[in-house]
C-alpha cells in the first residue's frame, strides 16, 4: 500500500546558496502536483539521511526508498514534475545519464564564482 500523505520523492538542497534557492523555487512552482517533499540541508533541525557535509556538496533526493546523488537526483526531481519529466525519463538511459552527470560535475567546479556572482548582483537588486 503507498503512503499517500507523503510525497514519494524527498530532495535535500543547499538553502544557503543562492543558485540552489532558485532553482528550488522555481521546480516548487513546477511542482503543481506537490509530489516532492524539498528540504533545506543547510538547516540545522533538518533531517539528514546522510552526513549533511555530503548533502551540501552534491544534490540529492530518495526515490522510491533509494538515495540518489548529482545528475541522477535531478533526474528523479524532473520526473517528478510534469513539464520535466521526459527528461528525467530520458536520462534513465545511462548514457544519457553519464552526460548529464559529466554537465554536473562541471557546474559543480564553477559552482563557488556562479555563488559570487549571483550574491553580488543580489546584494545590489
Known amino acids: 500500500m503507498t503512503n499517500t500523505t ?13 543558485l540552489c534557492r532558485r532553482e528550488i523555487a522555481l521546480m ?3 511542482d ?5 517533499d524539498f528540504v533545506d540541508a543547510s ?18 533526493a530518495r526515490e522510491d526508498g533509494r538515495m540518489l546523488s548529482g545528475a541522477a537526483a535531478f533526474a528523479a526531481m524532473w520526473r517528478a514534475i510534469p513539464v520535466l519529466r521526459p527528461l528525467g525519463l530520458a ?3 545511462r548514457h544519457v545519464l553519464r552526460v548529464l552527470e559529466a ?21 545590489t537588486a
Open 6 to 18: 507523503s510525497p514519494p520523492l524527498t530532495v535535500w538542497h543547499d538553502g544557503d546558496c543562492p
Open 28 to 30: 516548487r512552482r513546477l
Open 32 to 36: 503543481t502536483r506537490g509530489r516532492i
Open 43 to 60: 538547516d540545522g533541525d533538518a533531517t539528514c539521511p546522510i552526513d549533511r557535509r555530503d548533502l551540501l556538496a552534491r544534490f540529492h
Open 91 to 93: 536520462a534513465r538511459n
Open 103 to 123: 554537465a554536473y560535475v562541471g557546474f559543480l567546479r564553477a559552482r563557488p564564482a556562479l555563488q559570487r556572482l549571483v550574491r553580488r548582483v543580489e546584494r
